[in-house]
């Protein structure tokens, strides 16, 4: 199954995606959309969801991850992000695939096996899972893709139930 992972903001928004078989994950693509930021907020929504576009119609994801939106103390930064993640959403409800919603500490638990690792820790397990030569920068990007594997092994947690069943 191709996994979609994303990571979402305003200014970056972190891609991500992976083969899962039922064994191993392929790394496939990753990288950022990124938007300027002097940019009218409209016109970077626009942008967010035209350059998903793109990605989804390369890649044609059966499955897609999303980080919820985290709150912090910044309200109108959580809010952006919520409209930046609608346009996102409006773009992925176009085909037929599965989207799954997770909270930043089931991504670190899926990967790291504790709920409150570091950025760099979630990078090096990313970068472990998926056999890559080097850990995967920016952030954004390695974040989307533990969004990925994170989706991944919960879709064989419920297929090994399912069989057990």
Request: aromatic share 6%; proline share 5%; charged share 20%.
């Amino acid at each position: 199954m191709r996994i979609l992972g994303l990571d979402p903001g305003t200014a970056t928004i972190g891609f991500g995606i992976i083969e899962t078989g039922r064994q191993k994950h392929q790394l496939l693509d990753y990288g950022c959309i990124k938007t300027p930021a002097g940019m009218p907020f409209a016109e970077r929504l626009k942008q967010i969801y035209e350059d998903l576009e793109v990605i989804v119609k390369e890649w044609m994801p059966q499955a897609v991850a999303i980080e919820e939106v985290f709150f912090s103390k910044n309200v109108k930064s959580a809010i952006q992000v919520a409209q930046a993640r609608g346009a996102i959403m409006q773009q992925l409800a176009l085909g037929p695939r599965q989207i799954a919603e997770y909270k930043p500490q089931q991504v670190k638990e899926a990967v790291c096996g504790y709920g409150k690792a570091e950025k760099k820790q979630v990078q090096k397990m990313v970068q472990l899972i998926l056999e890559m030569d080097e850990m995967p920068y920016p952030d954004d990007a390695a974040d989307a893709l533990a969004l990925a594997i994170c989706h991944a092994n919960s879709l064989h947690m419920q297929n090994l139930v399912a069989q057990s069943s």
